[in-house]
Nanobody, 114 residues
Framework: VQLQASGGGSVQSGGSLRLSCSAS????????YAWYRQAPGRQREWVAT???????GYADSAKGRFTISRNNAENTGYLQMDALKPEDTAVYYC?????????WGQGTQVTVSS
């Protein structure tokens, strides 16, 4: 049972990246899942959530630029990030939550240069 995040990399300001969160051993669509990020020297912060019923929410910093989605056939979640800024530089984590259970994947590094 695990989540695996991937898709990070280095881009210039204004660029785009798509992060993936691949689930194995459980059905991601039966969980709410979310992306968090942690920049050096800062606390982990919430970025976006996609609930199992399809409702979603974004942090103010992500609104209008990031899109969270899920492909049920692939059992994978995605975070499309556009118009990236240097302040988006962080390690990005995905998590799946249901009841008292939450599962975390390892992070993927996103670096945005100006």
């Amino acid at each position: 049972v695990q989540l695996q995040a991937s898709g990070g990399g280095s881009v210039q300001s204004g660029g785009s990246l798509r992060l993936s969160c691949s689930a194995s051993g459980f059905v991601l669509s039966t969980y709410s899942y979310a992306w968090y990020r942690q920049a050096p020297g800062r606390q982990r912060e919430w970025v976006a959530t996609l609930a199992s019923d399809g409702t979603f929410g974004y942090a103010d910093s992500a609104k209008g630029r990031f899109t969270i989605s899920r492909n049920n056939a692939e059992n994978t979640g995605y975070l499309q990030m556009d118009a990236l800024k240097p302040e988006d530089t962080a390690v990005y984590y995905c998590t799946a939550m249901r009841g008292n259970t939450d599962r975390w994947g390892q992070g993927t590094q996103v670096t945005v240069s100006s």
